[in-house]
């Protein structure tokens, strides 16, 4: 296996019997790595059309031989999964955005701008994103009490809109930009919002489509935060959604795989849809997804 | 004049983030610490009772129990995650047709939300599931029903999270390949060193910065535990699978000892900074930059 691995040498010339081996057997691995990434997924999707009564039954018969589709609109008829996803479409969105928002700015004035304390600021940034979650969360939940924020989407928005991470990655990809693209636009007269918004924040389009991909899927995937803040099912958002439907269905298989697949439908497309950001961003930024 | 004017803009760009980081990070970091030296429901007045919350810590056995559950944990998923995530990446850099379609496969179970997974894979840990059928099928005539046996329960979580952030680790190793200089491969080569000794003394090395990197983050990952427990053993059976982030949550927001599980989230801060900063010292020796 650390055969071409690694060493970037290409052996591809020539078509003797010792390549076509080669590459048969890198075929190979590829194929049982894929299964065993991929079969759990292909399971739910099958397990979600069958019944309790063959599910276990035939636990590795992958194409059901009766498709149970009406499993999908039990589901529904269980849990108002549809409001489920437009309250995560919401929260995801609006901390997304903000968090965009808040980020970019302060990260332009770290890269671009000059003021006191700006160094021990940003190291500060830095000192934070080495802070567990979970060992601010009580204070957290407390300030959100305070602020009559518990049981409201407000509590996750506010708590996801700030993101020291953000800031570090914008910051790393402004300060790259010339600055004489900013001098001569000062010079010009532009402001520097106008500055910001006009020249900065076009030319950063990949850092924030990868840095609001990833803040996406962070608010999308959370579990804890909603389970702290949401009391009311009404509020409920899709992680929450499919945990509460597990709790409720027990051993009906069947019912919670098709709740969970149509949990990671968005996901999925999303991801399908934006892949090259999602590996090129993880292979550059090493953002935690 | 003009500077001052300067330093306020500079600190208008900044405003946002920083009073979202002073009120919901900083501060409850401080707060935090405070609340571990009280005792606290989250409704009568808060009472301070000095080192008592840490004192109990010493002997409260569930706080043990998850402590070392959680350490296990670590210590087991983080260095198979890491020696699978460099075979893998070692795979991804194989160049045959059809590869970026693998990695993009590879890929997806990391930006599937954890609360999902746990769902899929407890279904797939029953007595009759797939994976016991799998068992079955390579002769084993007994398998156990994993989530409700006391030693194979957290065993079961493990791989779950070892298979969940393989193809993460491996993104970020395998961005990390395309920078080893390929000038060491041929001048190894020329030295007469075999694949073996070139993976070892070129690639190995090469690697450290990311390996190390992906070691950082997997064992500060591997701390916050929670969702895949929350969806496949909700700690059990009995405290097997108890692990520190669950039972803080357990202690504030379903008990209300607000206290005392802030001193716990104090505990899980300071062994995630003592543990990094372990690593950072270490890091000297094997790291090559």
């Excluded at chain 1, 602020?147 to 800031?167: E, K, R």
């Excluded at chain 1, 990655?169 to 000062?186: G, M, Y």
């Amino acid at each position: 296996m650390e055969m071409a691995a690694g060493e970037g040498v290409n052996k591809t010339i020539g078509f003797g019997g010792k390549q076509v081996l080669r590459t048969t057997l890198t075929y190979i691995l590829l194929l049982i790595v894929c299964i065993v990434t991929v079969l759990p997924f292909v399971w739910m999707l099958s397990g979600s059309l069958k019944n309790q009564a063959t599910i276990f039954q035939h636990s590795m018969q992958l194409i059901p031989t009766q498709p149970l589709w009406s499993n999908y609109s039990d589901v529904w008829s269980k849990i108002p999964f549809g409001t489920f996803y437009l309250n995560t479409i919401k929260v995801s969105v609006l901390s997304t955005a903000g968090s965009l928002i808040s980020a970019s700015l302060a990260a332009y004035a770290f890269a671009k701008l000059k003021f006191p304390g700006s160094s021990k600021l940003f190291l500060l940034y830095l000192a934070t994103m080495m802070i567990p979650g979970q060992a601010i969360m009580i204070p957290q939940f407390s300030i959100m009490k305070h602020l009559d924020l518990v049981n409201t989407h407000w509590a996750l928005i506010l708590l996801h809109l700030f993101s020291p991470y953000g800031v570090f990655l914008l910051r790393q990809f402004f300060i790259q930009l010339p600055h004489d693209l900013n001098e001569s636009a000062r010079i010009d007269g532009c402001s520097e919002f106008g500055i910001f918004f006009r020249i900065v924040l076009p030319l950063a389009k990949p850092a924030l489509v990868t840095l609001g991909i990833f803040s996406l899927l962070g608010s999308w995937n959370d579990f804890l935060q909603p389970l702290i803040y949401l009391s009311n099912e009404k509020l409920y958002t899709i992680q929450m959604g499919i945990r509460y439907f597990q709790q409720l269905n027990g051993a009906d298989y069947p019912l919670i795989l098709a709740a969970t697949t149509m949990s990671l439908v968005p996901i999925i497309l999303i991801y399908l849809f934006a892949q090259r950001f999602f590996i090129e961003g993880i292979a550059v930024t090493g953002i935690k997804g | 004049m003009l500077r001052f004017k300067q330093y306020g803009i500079a600190y208008l760009f900044l405003a946002p983030s920083l009073i979202g980081l002073l009120v919901f990070i900083l501060y409850p970091i401080v707060d935090s610490l405070y609340l571990s030296f009280t005792k606290w429901d989250g409704l009568t007045p808060i009472k301070w009772i000095g080192l008592d919350n840490y004192r109990d810590l010493l002997t409260d056995d569930t706080f043990k129990i998850s402590l070392i559950n959680n350490l296990y944990y670590t210590a087991v998923t983080v260095p198979i995650t890491i020696a699978l995530s460099i075979l893998l990446a070692l795979v991804m850099n194989v160049k045959v047709r059809g590869i970026k379609t693998f990695r993009v496969l590879y890929f997806f179970p990391n930006i599937t939300a954890s609360i999902a997974v746990g769902i899929i894979w407890a279904a797939m840990f029953t007595q009759y599931g797939p994976i016991n059928t799998i068992l079955r099928f390579f002769g084993a005539s007994n398998p156990p029903s994993w989530l409700a046996s006391t030693s194979l329960a957290l065993p079961a979580v493990m791989m779950v999270s070892i298979w969940k952030s393989v193809g993460y680790n491996a993104v970020i190793l395998f961005a990390g390949l395309q920078g080893v200089p390929r000038q060491l491969y041929e001048a190894a080569e020329l030295d007469g060193a075999g694949r073996f000794k070139r993976f070892l003394h070129v690639t190995l090395p090469g690697l450290s910065p990311v390996i190390f990197f992906s070691v950082v983050t997997g064992v500060i990952g591997s701390f916050q535990v929670f969702d895949t427990v929350m969806a496949m053993t909700q700690g059990g059976p009995g405290r097997s699978t108890n692990v520190l982030v669950y039972y803080i949550y357990n202690s504030a927001f379903q008990n209300y000892h607000f206290g005392a599980a802030s001193a716990m989230s104090y505990v899980l801060f300071v062994i995630i900074l003592i543990v990094t900063l372990i690593q950072l010292r270490v890091q000297k020796r094997w790291v090559t930059y």
